[in-house]
């Protein structure tokens, strides 16, 4: 059910799930800032994660450059969506009903705006050490 490399056994979790549980709560304040309404955010996040699921089972299933490949797996896909939900959800429990005001150069300046940069920092941090530590 977990692995740090699925190239071992097919897992639900791994690490990366950390990025799209951060990508829930992203995607959530993001089409918040539109002002796009919870069951319209949710269908619009829910429908790009999916997408990139997708890509990840069909087009990570051809032949690396190096002949190397390691297939995504449904399994993996399926912790993904679940750990993207999650994020989801406990942004909407937390943030719920809050106003995202920005500056005059559109600038979040309350605590959501700065939640949503902090989160996006963070999650291209793990993406860019999980790639160092494959380049090793």
Known sequence: MFASDESIRPAYFTPWGFNHFCSGILMYLFFSLLQ????SNFALSLTAHTL???????????????????????????????????????????FKGMPMPVDGKGVPVNVKGRMFLLLGFLTLVNALIYYIEDLG
């Open 36 to 39: 796009f309404d919870t069951m």
């Open 52 to 94: 990139y699921e997708i890509k990840d089972i069909f087009i990570m299933q051809l032949p690396a450059v190096d002949g190397v490949s390691v297939p995504a797996t449904v399994e993996n896909s399926i912790g993904d969506t679940i750990t993207f939900i999650a994020g989801f959800w406990l942004a909407w429990i937390f």
